[in-house]
């Protein structure tokens, strides 16, 4: 008989083409992996895979299999919701994707006050720069900065919340120093490999030399609190930061808009539905700090 968690490492040896990515996805160990699929060889008397230098390819088998194999794990995941929305206890896990600034910087007081009024519900916060995948039970709720609406998978139930503003800050201090007519680079600092933005330096405070580069959001934002150049963040995190000041002239449009989406049965579980109709309060409560409309411009 066919085990399903070998049908699990199958599918995940074939969708990262190696071993090694397989393991890391499942988060076990190198060998595990390979046992694993050596089972279902040995249950299904064909070979899966050619290992080759560029990694694992599927055989003809393989591929006959894969077919079956999604078939599978899509059969699993809507047998796994339809249960799951039939569940109206306030008791148990839910799983909550969301950008890691939205968090930080914002959300996690408001999450840790609905912890305290459901304490039997379990909070896993995710908050990885991936894409979470709600049909597939990777989260129960995402909130999620959207561009255009368009872009939303038609299977996901979404509940519309605040528009997201930006804007461009850098240190106080600097921005002082500009004022007085200091004449040090200002970089433009990023958390990617893009260059720096035309605009950047045609501003009123423009841009000179190289830019700078981040690692994450954070280190972002500490790079321009230490007076290194110019960023763009989100209003609400320059706005509330002390240190930081909107750069004069280099306003930005609308960065998206925050959707707080569900999928299919999952919507109907009590725990979501208290999840999401708190959060969506606060949230609309938050709409002029988002808005960046919270604070006086400099």
């Not at 988060?27 to 992996?33: D, G, K, M, P, Q």
């Not at 968090?103 to 305290?116: E, I, N, S, V």
């Not at 995948?133 to 129960?140: I, K, P, Q, S, V």
């Not at 995190?237 to 808009?257: F, N």
Request: charged share 25%.
């Amino acid at each position: 008989m066919i085990d399903w968690d070998d049908v699990r490492y199958f599918l995940a040896v074939a969708r990262g083409g190696s071993v090694r990515a397989a393991a890391g996805r499942l988060e076990v160990n190198h060998s595990t992996v390979l046992r694993r699929i050596a089972q279902l060889e040995e249950c299904l008397g064909a070979q899966m895979f050619e290992k080759l230098p560029s990694g694992y390819r599927l055989t003809a088998s393989g591929e006959e299999v894969l077919e079956f194999a999604n078939q599978m794990e899509a059969s699993s995941h809507s047998l796994e919701t339809r249960i799951f929305g039939r569940d109206q206890s306030a008791r148990g896990l839910l799983r909550v994707t969301l950008p890691p600034f939205l968090a930080t910087h914002l959300l996690m007081p408001d999450l840790a006050d609905f912890a305290r009024l459901h304490q039997d519900i379990e909070m896993e916060i995710l908050t990885t720069g991936e894409v979470a995948n709600l049909t597939n039970r990777e989260a129960d709720v995402a909130i999620r900065i959207v561009a255009d609406r368009k872009t939303l998978p038609l299977n996901l139930h979404g509940l519309k919340g605040p528009e997201l503003y930006s804007s461009i800050y850098m240190s106080r201090d600097r921005l002082a120093a500009w004022r007085a007519g200091a004449a040090d680079p200002i970089r433009w600092i990023a958390i990617d490999d893009h260059g720096i933005p035309d605009w950047a330096h045609e501003a009123e405070v423009s841009t000179t030399g190289v830019p700078f580069r981040a690692p994450d959001a954070e280190a972002q934002i500490v790079a321009a609190q230490q007076g290194i150049g110019m960023t763009k963040l989100p209003c609400f995190v320059g706005d509330a930061d002390p240190l930081l000041a909107r750069v004069p002239g280099t306003d930005l449009p609308m960065h998206g808009t925050l959707w707080l989406l569900t999928q299919g049965e999952t919507r109907k579980t009590k725990r979501v539905r208290l999840f999401t109709e708190f959060v969506s309060r606060r949230l609309a409560a938050y709409a002029p700090l988002l808005a960046g409309l919270s604070v006086s411009r400099d």
